[in-house]
DNA sequence: TTTATCTATGGAAACGGTTTCATGATTTCG
DNA sequence: CGAAATCATGAAACCGTTTCCATAGATAAA
């Protein structure tokens, strides 16, 4: 593997001048330049990153924190992430909680040992104040979660509103039974906002909520699965469910197509994110704009990083939109 | 930030002694070592990355490629081998093709600066002679994809008999008239065996395949759709379509249901993979064993960098699983 | 014409670790 | 008991860049 001594020796020129040509500082004659162009062709040059990482005490990398990479909520985020940093020479470190609070504070310490210029959260598993320590290492953004605590950049929707939203067009449908179900994030202001905006629609409607009919721990098609069979189970059952995802949308209604249940009449359903499914199935969803949000949270990431902007708090709100299929 | 050096003055001892304790290397006594803890802990010092990886010449991390993480294929694949490397103390810069070549490439010079200790790809787009330069710069092995020609640890099923199995099936069913729908990745060998298996097995039951139904770049659940609308469109129309992936599939049937017409009786269709969206609406499908695929590269990966084990063929080959839904 | 500024280059320090080598102290073994 | 092996530590070299500083010639300004 050549070094840029190599190059510098068969050029017959010093390691600066070498390191000029190839940062394109001015002040390099272009014969020196052709010089040096030529023994970097001739060597396979190319320069060692881990060296210029060192020195430069930047990695031109960038962490993206999601719970799990198979969720399509979040694997758009990630997709439309990683071709933004791409085309500008950023790469992308995937990190996985797997929602767990532990392995949110491992993969802190990368941003602690300079191996990323900045990170991206997509999702909190533990207390803000947990993580505002390692501000001090980096810059750290927030996208699609936000939290009140947290000084720094925030690409959001008001989750309130997603909830009400949806609640809203249940009780336009005329149900008055509704039922709630989402995930089951302590830390997350998404999930408690989201649940706010549902009580809230219902509260204006003059609606009383049965507390039975708040269901949680449900993320994937088979968690939707398991809380239809809880609402057959009901005495009290519910005549539709607002969901947190379209995975469990789907799951909820796939267990009552089993169980001869007609969807929207016997339950309705409205589904969150309005991924590929929905539009499959014929989901009523709220869509959230994925990719505007994931590419506006990496313009600000690479934004501040080259600009070594201070972190601050800097809301980018963006807005639902109902899409209305025929599970409502 | 504290350094090494740091850690040294405070603990009254040599910046070695701290290495030493930092690495586990024996010879430190007990005292010296909860002098340099304790140093450590005060200090908040945590070692740098880009220090440690331009003296020992290695990154902890490696590159998966895949076309698109939102193929979730793909994105099952990156979540096991993300959790996998990760408990392994690697992580993973994550790399979109895109299904360029360009783009490719571009990865690939990661592995010539040293960005990266080694690189899985799950699909190729480039011949292979332009992707065997770079094995001189570290590891690189296929998991899914597979070439004659590469002499890389290769984790894959046999596509051809992936093909076979499924078009076997539909003959089974009584269909003779079978088209065959797929991506479009010339340098992909999963794509071309895949089609041999369909043909193999029409040959086999004396079946003669018509041209036109061979349809081509379908990946996405609206190539799907554009495909049923081909078929629809055809005078001489298959009974049963082979379908390279289940959004594919699954595109098919939603437009075929939109025609008013029946599946299986008016058309059978078969996916590939097993997706959740799958089991969701009833598609038979060809299982893959994704996350064994995806663990068993990753070991061997984390394997050949720990030993450095020279580059050489060495083939892991998996099975398939017909799973029989009402879509055939 | 002298002085200040700009251009072009190289030597050496710096980035922050790990590894090699040297050395002395301690233990083991014949 | 002396030689050999093992343990414990530090100084210095090294990994491959970029950047600071010095120098010198060329050009511009006074």
Avoid at 159 to 180: C, P, S
Avoid at 265 to 289: C, E, K, M, S
Wanted: aromatic residues 8%.
């Amino acid at each position: 593997m050549a070094t840029i001594q190599d190059v510098a020796k068969l050029a017959g020129l010093s390691r600066t001048t070498v390191s000029r040509v190839i940062n394109r500082h001015p002040y390099v004659t272009d014969e020196k330049k052709r010089l040096v162009m030529n023994a970097m062709e001739e060597l396979n040059y190319v320069p060692n990153s881990s060296a210029r990482r060192l020195r430069k005490q930047q990695t031109e990398t960038i962490a993206v924190y999601v719970p799990r990479i198979t969720n399509p909520f979040f694997s758009q985020m990630v997709e439309v992430m990683g071709n933004y940093a791409s085309d500008r020479g950023y790469q992308l470190i995937l990190c996985q909680t797997s929602y767990s609070r532990n392995q949110e504070i491992n993969y802190l310490e990368l941003l602690k040992t300079k191996q990323v210029d900045g990170l991206i959260l997509t999702s909190i598993e533990n207390e803000w104040s947990s993580i505002e320590p390692y501000m001090n290492y980096g810059p750290i953004m927030l996208c699609n979660e936000y939290n009140d605590q947290a000084q720094v950049p925030t690409v959001y929707l008001d989750q309130i509103e997603g909830g009400y939203i949806g609640t809203r067009h249940l009780i336009e449908q005329g149900h008055t039974q509704i039922a709630y179900c989402s995930g089951n994030n302590h830390a997350s202001r998404v999930a408690s906002d989201r649940y706010t905006g549902y009580k809230k629609a219902l509260e204006e409607a003059g609606i009383v909520t049965n507390e039975d009919w708040f269901l949680t721990n449900a993320y994937s098609i088979d968690d939707g699965k398991r809380v239809f069979n809880e609402i057959a189970k009901m005495n009290d059952r519910p005549t539709a469910v607002f969901t947190g995802s379209d995975e469990v949308a789907a799951g909820i209604w796939k267990e009552a197509l089993n169980h001869k249940w007609d969807v929207p009449n016997d339950l309705a359903i409205i589904g969150f994110d309005d991924q590929p499914v929905a539009d499959l199935i014929g989901l009523t969803t709220i869509r959230q704009p994925i990719k505007n949000m994931a590419q506006q949270a990496m313009k600000q990431m690479i934004d501040i990083i080259q600009h070594k902007l201070p972190s601050e708090k800097k809301e980018i709100k963006l807005e639902f939109e109902l899409i209305k299929r025929r599970s409502t």
